[in-house]
């Protein structure tokens, strides 16, 4: 005996959407000179150690290219 599916029944919704409220923009809080200054002391290492990364990047792929071309 074989069964045939029955179509689920579709209920209508008649429901008006309503957007959600939006808080209010407000301008950027601008920080303080001192919390700026905290902020750079905090972080002085920074450039210098990205710089000594990307130097080290640089040798390291220019070293493969060198090989690339010597044991080929």
């Known amino acids: 005996m074989r069964m045939t599916p029955k179509p689920l029944a579709v209920k209508e919704v008649n429901q008006h959407l309503q957007p959600l409220p939006l808080p209010p ?25 990205l710089r000594r990364s990307l130097t080290i990047a640089a040798v390291l792929f220019v070293l493969l290219i060198v090989l690339y071309f010597l044991l080929r």
């Open 25 to 49: 923009k407000q301008a950027p809080v601008a920080k303080s000179p001192v919390m700026m200054a905290e902020h750079a002391a905090r972080h002085r290492y920074v450039l210098s150690e």
